[in-house]
């Protein structure tokens, strides 16, 4: 038997986790026994007294939720492990958390032993939510983003692990696009996989159809899909190359350097795991602690009471190693992936196919053999030029400093002490936000551009169409205190964003609407189709008992956008794009100045990736202000004229003639995250200008929406709304 040196020292400190993962393989996760300090100190003496270790040993703590059993326990752990340690004999540690314990003492820790931080977390918080929830079902997103804030405030590196489930395989650009906003710089995700405990993964047809799923896709749909999940994010990821995903990452450098793999996995003596009472095991990980009915249960021994060479010499080590090196060889013989993998994860043959002599698996194909073809696809298109060239925004991570805005004349009396007016972001229309809310998801710029129509694209726009410039950053701290309020104290002066239920993007995706887009490119209207109005009946119905009182829609559609236009709103009698406006929907029709009264509009993201909308955070009232502040006795009457108007677009050129620096806000929105927007009395539009997919949002526009008396109380402080 063929034993490479021991390099990976897997502890298990206690089996209890905070949280209750849907996925997790673990039995015994609400056990708080932790490992005793005799235990560790035997392991590491008789580990450092064998012939199995080498010049160096990674030491990851692992299987529960590490910093359950506190900081001075591993205070004293490190210190114990240090002073067996021969002198020739580098030690690493590494911890893999789902962030929820994380605060300065854990961060003082880490950065005092250089301990390797990787935190668990699963994208965005509509998709992490689903799976990963306290033992109360709460979800752990919001904590999990505090913890990676800490770390990066304290400037100490981490990585992220998420897991792939068939819900995640819809939402690449939500999913990818979440790292990036957070500044995470290592990425690694396995896929839902078949272990322990789990027995049915939402990744293969016969898990879909246990939870539920009324379309049930085969094995082969499955994967198909997870490869155009797999190629999608690898050209993401060519646009962010400061990001490391890490199994793109070694799939490139296996292909370029190296002759084959050795599985660690299915290596014996590689990889050593002990758990909480000293019992020893090793190959995969996931065996630690599992029982089975043709080998009793993966222990080959215990360290109190056996040395490593007894244990790893003994008749189930042998059968066990012995299993699974038939198992290498059968893949050897019959898989042409075979130099990529060694062989496969044990565990994952035997909780699949029941045995550790088999061969293929879902996550060897889904993991290794998609994988590898996407990887050599992808890199074939950027050899022959196919691919297509990195346009998008690089996202800031620098806090900008406050910047004033300078509103040129336009040839009007603007002149200050023979200087131009300055302007800062006004504090008028006000940004709340009931989600989980960052600053990276908001963004300003220098103020609005008229789009010449004649053109390429352009001809898709109205002529004299109003676009945001492009220079997007960060907004300041003090931009941010002006734009963003703690509580919803107006419908008509408030951009309102919240979360609503998942079902709400899946149902309409099952129902089969996302097909409508073939029917109309940009707009559908609710009288095309009686399957729509089945699912709008569900929509109402929800918003109605979790958000509003009793309402009657004057205008309902959906808006299929392409992407890579400046613009989502569209006008179907001219054919074009409208860019930045106002609406002019409401009833009974009213001057400019007095659009307060009007209705709202609530819209959902049901796309499949982040949807981007944009707003000048002034009402129209404050805008006429603003323009008949700074003018002659003469602009003033023809403003007069312009207010009295019921049609808003001639005043809205004319304010931004005055104003064209006046900046504009730009906000990221999750798949099923929504908003509620005065449309009728702020410049607004959609922005898919950087994404990739089609955008995809539910429009609902209302003259009596009224919130909830429970919503009144939590996000108005009980104030009328």
């Known amino acids: 038997m063929d034993i490479l040196p021991l390099n990976l020292l897997i502890i298990q400190p206690t089996a209890f986790c905070n949280i209750q993962c849907d996925y997790c393989y673990l039995p015994n996760r609400s056990s708080t026994k932790r490992i005793s300090y005799q235990i560790i100190e035997t392991l590491f003496e008789k580990v450092f007294r064998s012939k199995f270790w080498a010049d160096g040993i990674s030491v990851v703590w692992h299987a529960g939720e590490p910093l359950v059993v506190g900081v001075d326990f591993y205070e004293d752990a490190f210190t114990l492990i240090d002073r067996l340690r021969p002198g020739n004999c580098e030690i690493s540690h590494s911890i893999q958390s789902n962030g929820i314990l994380l605060d300065e003492a854990w961060c003082n820790l880490i950065a005092k032993y250089n301990v390797k931080i990787g935190l668990s977390v699963d994208g965005p918080a ?164 599992m029982k089975s009915d043709q080998y009793g249960n993966f222990h080959f021994g215990n360290i109190l009471c056996d040395d490593l060479e007894q244990i790893f010499s003994n008749q189930k080590f042998l059968r066990v190693n012995n299993d699974i090196a038939s198992g290498v060889e059968a893949c050897r013989e019959s898989c042409e992936y075979f130099f990529l993998c060694g062989g496969g994860s044990p565990s994952n043959k035997y909780y699949e196919n029941g045995t550790f002599n088999s061969t293929e698996t879902m996550h060897c194909r889904l993991t290794k053999q998609v994988l590898l073809d996407v990887v050599v696809d992808e890199l074939e298109r950027v050899k022959e030029g196919s691919a297509a060239p990195v346009e998008s925004f690089q996202l800031s991570r620098k806090e900008p400093t406050h910047v004033t805005i300078t509103a040129p004349s336009c040839q009007r009396a603007l002149v200050e002490k023979g200087g131009k007016k300055l302007v800062e972001l006004q504090s008028d229309v006000g940004l709340f936000s009931t989600c989980e809310w960052d600053s990276a998801r908001i963004q300003i710029n220098s103020g609005i551009k008229i789009i010449d129509p004649g053109g390429g694209d352009k001809g898709d726009y109205r002529s004299g169409v109003f676009h945001p410039k492009v220079d997007w950053r960060r907004l300041s701290s003090e931009e941010l205190a002006s734009l963003l309020v703690p509580r919803l104290s107006s419908l008509n002066r408030t951009v309102c964003i919240f979360r609503v239920s998942s079902f709400i993007v899946e149902r309409f995706y099952e129902f089969g609407l996302d097909a409508l887009k073939v029917v109309s490119k940009q707009h559908y209207n609710k009288c095309f189709d009686t399957v729509f109005m089945d699912y709008w009946r569900e929509v109402h119905q929800y918003l109605q008992e979790s958000f509003f009182v009793s309402f009657n829609p004057c205008s309902l559609a959906v808006n299929f956008t392409e992407p890579g236009k400046e613009s989502s709103s569209y006008s179907s009698d001219q054919g074009k794009y409208i860019g930045l406006h106002i609406d002019n929907w409401g009833e009974p029709k009213v001057r400019v100045d007095q659009r307060d009264i009007q209705g709202v509009r609530v819209g959902l993201n049901i796309g499949q990736e982040t949807r981007d909308v944009v707003f000048v955070n002034l009402s129209a009232q404050r805008m006429v202000e603003m323009t008949k502040h700074h003018l002659t006795p003469r602009e003033i009457a023809r403003v007069g004229q312009l207010v009295k108007e019921k049609n808003a677009s001639r005043f809205v050129a004319f304010f931004i003639e005055c104003f064209p620096n006046y900046p504009v806000i730009r906000i990221s929105l999750d798949p099923g995250e929504g908003y509620i927007m005065p449309v009728n009395n702020i410049l607004h539009n959609g922005y898919p200008l950087d994404k990739s997919v089609v955008d995809v949002n539910l429009q609902i526009s209302a003259h009596d929406f009224q919130l909830r008396a429970e919503i009144v109380k939590l996000w108005c402080g009980g104030m009328d709304a």
């Open 126 to 289: 509509f998709l992490n939510d689903t799976y990963r929830k306290t033992r109360n079902g709460i979800g752990t997103h919001a904590a999990v983003v505090n913890a990676m804030k800490l770390l990066e405030k304290r400037g100490i590196p981490f990585h992220t692990i998420s897991v792939i489930t068939r819900r995640t395989l819809r939402y690449p650009e939500a999913f990818f696009m979440f790292f990036v906003r957070h500044g995470v710089k290592s990425i690694g995700f396995n896929i839902e996989e078949i272990e322990g405990v789990h027995q049915l993964s939402s990744l293969t047809s016969t898990g879909l159809a246990h939870v539920g799923f009324n379309k049930t896709p085969t094995n082969k749909e499955v994967e198909e899909e997870y490869r155009s999940f797999l190629s999608r994010l690898f050209r993401l990821a060519r646009q962010y190359p400061d990001i490391r995903v890490r199994e793109f990452h070694n799939a490139v450098g296996f292909l370029l350097h190296s002759d084959g793999v050795v599985s660690s996995d299915a290596t014996p003596v590689r990889q050593v795991q002990v758990d909480v009472d000293g019992n020893v095991s090793c190959f995969s990980p996931e065996l630690l602690g």
